[in-house]
């Protein structure tokens, strides 16, 4: 049956609508774009250095950066301490650029994306993971700031799929 014109122009409308959404009033940065060179030979030597893998996610909650991504191993600043195990997840101080001891989370898996709790009571994590801390959480989890554990009361899953990114509007967390 074909549609009448005012039902195709609310349809076109809508549509329209759902295009341009999801990236209304954000900036995004291109997650798989190739340099040609690195901006500076030698960017920064403060912050913490992944050794292995490749950073895909940042979120900041207070004085923290958390940083996730491929990686399993890290050390502090570019001629900063000897290599340390922190597979996927870590957390520095923004005024000392150190890594956080005391933020230690355990995951299995790759962490694809971060987000910021709105009121600062966590970091949403995303990823490619089935464990937290020895506990069964596929893909998403909400871990607290200070130490990594487990937020219990956020009861949300991910099924079997991986989540890709998050996004924190209106109070509410999306999930891809």
């Given at each position: ?37 690195v ?42 301490s ?22 230690a ?14 009121d600062?009571?966590?970091i ?34 991910a ?15 999306f999930?891809?």
């Open positions: 049956m074909p549609l009448r014109p005012a039902r195709t122009a609310r349809a076109l409308a809508l549509a329209a609508l759902v295009v341009a959404a999801p990236g209304a009033g954000v900036a995004r940065a291109d997650r798989n774009v190739d340099h040609a060179v901006v500076s030979a030698n960017p920064v030597d403060r912050t913490p250095v992944v050794l292995d893998g490749r950073v895909e996610a940042l979120a900041r909650v207070g004085d923290r950066i958390y940083v996730g991504g491929s990686f399993t191993s890290i050390r502090n600043g570019a001629s900063g000897s290599a340390r195990t922190r597979p996927y997840l870590f957390a520095y101080d923004i005024r000392t650029n150190a890594i956080d001891p005391d933020f989370p355990d995951l299995d898996g790759r962490v694809r994306t971060l987000a910021a709790a709105p600062g009571s966590g949403f994590v995303g990823g490619q993971f089935t464990h937290v801390n020895g506990v069964a959480r596929a893909g998403l989890v909400k871990l607290a700031p200070a130490t990594g554990t487990i937020v219990k009361q956020f009861k949300a899953a099924g079997r799929g991986a989540v890709t990114d998050l996004a924190v509007a209106g109070g509410r967390l999930v891809a």
